[in-house]
């Protein structure tokens, strides 16, 4: 079964490049002035904010094949776990979890493309 796939940059096609643009830096200077932010719960409110922004942006206006964005993104992210699990900020047991989860994504997403 074939996945519904949005057109190549949707997203800037229906509302158009500079409202779209300007929307994702404001949205991206609210998400780094709360992750700047003192109280844990702001910090936070600003990860996901800059998180929903990267979801959308890469889901709804790639120019790439959603699965590929999401790969992109899915890798960076690992980086920063496998990063904060060298740090001590977290465990490498976590950070292998995290691994494992994008292997098996992307394993499945390759059979998938192949057929099997």
Known sequence: MDAVALPVSALSGAVGVAPLVAVAALTMAAAIGCA????PAVRVCGAVLGGLLALVLVTCNGTVPVWEGLTIL?????????????????????????AAVVVVCLSVRHRRCRGG
């Not at 899915?74 to 995290?98: H, I, Q």
């Open 36 to 39: 700047s932010a003192g109280s």
């Open 74 to 98: 899915a890798v960076v992210f690992l980086g920063t776990a496998v990063y904060r699990a060298e740090r001590g900020e977290s465990s490498r047991r976590s950070a292998a979890g995290a």
